[in-house]
């Protein structure tokens, strides 16, 4: 087999961990595997050189920032070298643009366009493992770039499309993708196996084990992504293709996040263009909505002009900002008030298997009410569904719908 | 004028030292010049990066310690730019390898081998600052390279030469080349100028300013270099070629070096071959040999053989396992005994005058007996003479020189 590892920066965040992951590589190629590693900048590292950087410059060039950024996982790979040799084994390290990572030239978040891995492929035909920078490549003007943060999970996944690797193995801090935050509810269980959509739809609602793009990127070109970890040496979670072997609950998972705030704009005018208008504003800020709702307009009279409320949910950073934008484009917008609110939490359900099954929502919504949760706002997809209650009853609502779900038993 | 300036690592310890060295970069932009800056890595960072290395692996790969050591560098061109950017001007940074510095493939001591500056051309030409990371290159494999200590300066000599620079100024902690140690003697004197031979004798007898590749380089090449202080505004020392304009004194500089031991063998069979074999077994341990000495066969009986006695001096560091070496071939070599000393120094005299003058060597024993210090070895070169002593005499001897050719006056 021809093994991706891609392992954190938690992972590699001393010489001690360095030397764990370094063990597991060369155990992995005494199996009789072919093993590229992946490696993060040491746990802080990253941070240290961009504080760094801004101590230079407050607002520091994208460019010249990714030159001194992209160190932290050079240094990274030749640690992680010079460990294996100790251990008497063969191996070779590549930089982002000596493993053929190229990149848009959007630095900082430059996205992988191309690879070339032909010296990896050298270097593995000569039964050495290669140990390659993530987060980092070059553009085609010859520069440095950085892939954003979780950058290295998109490289391991970018370098098992191109090596075409059998499995792509995420080394992180926790065991695998769970049915909902452990911290939260003890009866959270690991999941074996979980669809590329669904974990799409769990790390962008929190639980941040693995960088969206990547996941994304794993689905397109079907790459078999195992989330592990480091220190372990149980197996962890599977993500594949939605197939018949997986678990046939309509529920996968249940997460919460407290880090969005709602505005609410009172009784604008339900006119064409006034949702663009608002959202437009936010939008020139850059500032990422989430959930949307406009109510259904309540001035039956004809002879007025119609109203509605006009909400939506934004990052709690951005939140002071954009009630200031709202606030000062009131009168334009023509809403009467704009209300704020910081104590809510967004609570919810994913699985593909809602797809086929009717009863979801209706058991969702039963299941705080009995709890005495109101909601305030609802927002579905095709895989998912979010609801917005008081803060408060956010752990309240995650544990009363794992149980509600009985996401605690495996149902196969 | 096309300026390079080269910025050693005490001169960018600290981001306000970086500040300092941009304002002065940019102040040479502004007179009108291009300019090309070279740095090396933050005081210290190297030598921690190594640390880091060996603790990873007691004798590290050079290809990986390489990988590790370039980020110093990486990150000083970064601070810089950003720093230059703060002050609201238009900079540029490049690594080596984007800097077109190709060099051959033996790492930690590599040799620029090629020069592609076009990039650097490019961004002159829109009026941008350059800003280059010394001490590296990339070799034909695409492999980084670094150039071994003092490896900036091989950069910014051959950035001078590759671009046709009009001077090459190496900024540094001192403000430039003196007669002798400014602690020995407080009369010593800073030269306006020296030639590239007298500057390659006193760099490689202690006056650490300047590696001696990099003056060597110049030299070949006819760079106009100028060694001055990173903090002042003074002008240095220019290392030019030896031209009618220079000094007129036959003896320009008094050097003493104390890091050396002195091993003698003595009544060594004066066969052929003898001192290939003698020197042979301290080179195959990679020990370096600065003077060496073989007198004249003492035995004048032509029944016996005739022998001689072999000294020869090498670093202190060195010295310990060279006498055991030397200990343990003396039967084999026939040696009678072997005696080491590391109480020794050596002065030097340097000067291109010499060549034209008379009786230097003549008033530099004079002196030395005047003060009734004893010379136990003695070597010459065109510009050079050498005189081992008694440690403790070192620095009265330099004193006594330094007045002797009374180099505290500038002769034109």
Chains 1, 2 share one sequence.
Do not use: W
Not at 114 to 134: F, M, N, Q, Y
Not at 282 to 310: C, H, L, W
Not at 312 to 319: A, E, G, H, R, S
């Amino acid at each position: 087999m021809r093994v991706i590892q891609k392992y954190g920066g938690s992972s590699v965040a001393t010489l001690e961990l360095i030397r764990g992951v370094a063990k597991r590589a060369i155990a992995t190629k005494n199996e009789g595997h072919e093993v590229v590693v992946v490696l993060s900048a040491m746990k802080g590292e990253t941070d240290r050189l961009i504080e760094l950087a801004k101590k230079a410059h407050p607002n520091p060039e994208p460019r010249e920032l990714d030159n001194i950024v992209a160190t932290g996982e050079q240094v990274s790979i030749g640690l992680f070298a010079l460990v294996c040799q100790g251990f008497g084994e063969k191996v070779k390290s590549f930089l982002g643009f000596q493993a053929g990572v190229k990149t848009d030239d959007h630095h900082g978040r430059a996205r992988i366009t191309d690879l070339d891995p032909s010296r990896i492929r050298t270097e593995l035909a000569k039964g050495r493992i290669v140990a390659v920078a993530g987060f980092q490549g070059i553009d085609r003007h010859g520069d440095l770039t950085t892939l954003g943060r979780g950058g290295s999970d998109a490289t391991a996944v970018a370098l098992a499309i191109g090596l075409k690797a059998d499995i792509c193995e995420i080394y992180t801090d926790v065991d695998g993708i769970y049915t909902t935050d452990p911290h939260i509810c003890e009866k959270a269980r690991k999941m074996e196996r979980i669809s590329y959509e669904e974990m799409l739809e769990l790390a962008s609602l929190g639980a941040k084990v693995m960088e969206i793009r990547s996941v994304e990127l794993g689905m397109n070109y079907g790459v078999a992504i195992h989330v592990r970890h480091a220190h372990s040496q149980a197996t962890g979670t599977l993500i594949l293709k939605e197939d018949s072997d997986m678990e046939k609950t309509p529920v996968r998972g249940v997460t919460l996040s407290v880090n969005e705030a709602r505005i609410t704009l009172l009784k604008v005018p339900d006119l064409p263009g006034v949702a663009s208008r608002i959202l437009g504003l936010v939008a020139k800020a850059g500032i990422v909505v989430d959930m949307i709702i406009q109510n259904r307009s309540y001035n039956d009279n004809p002879e007025t002009e119609k109203m509605t409320d006009f909400s939506f949910t934004v990052p709690l950073n951005d939140y002071a900002q954009t009630l200031e934008l709202m606030e000062a484009a009131a009168q334009e917008i023509g809403a009467e008030r704009i209300v704020g609110d910081e104590d809510i939490a967004k609570v919810s359900l994913v699985g593909v298997g809602m797809r086929n099954h009717a009863g979801v929502a209706a058991l969702m919504f039963q299941t705080l009410a009995k709890e005495s949760i109101n909601i305030s706002m609802i927002s579905t997809s095709e895989i998912k569904i979010s609801c917005v209650i008081e803060k408060k009853y956010g752990e309240l609502a995650v544990r009363a719908l794992h149980d509600s779900f009985e996401l605690d038993k495996a149902q196969k």
